[in-house]
């Protein structure tokens, strides 16, 4: 997975792209991808909020993030700089599913009005 897929050229750098290297930018820019949505969701209500999409963007760009940088790059610091956010992402996922409790649509409720 260490082959070249494409070269991109940027502001006078050269970037070279393999397999390892895209699924670590998808990784980044999902992880990143999440305060755009928590700023959204702010706006939005009019209040400070973090929506449960925030902690899923956050699990899967860490875990993308974090095989770049175990089987790509095989970098401890971004093993580490990734790995221990992860868990925390990981458990406000598991607490929210734990402790939330299914939508439950009835006849003629307030859904309907």
Known sequence: ??????NLHLFHAHVVVTSWKLIGFVGTFLFTA???VQFYATKKNKR???PMSFWYLSVVGSFLTLAYFVW???DSVGIIQ???PMFVSIYNVVAHLRTHKPEVVEPNGPEET
């Open 48 to 50: 400070v909020v973090v």
């Open 1 to 6: 997975m260490n082959e070249t897929l494409f």
């Open 34 to 36: 999440r305060w755009f």
């Open 72 to 74: 790509g790059k095989n």
């Open 82 to 84: 990734t790995a221990f």
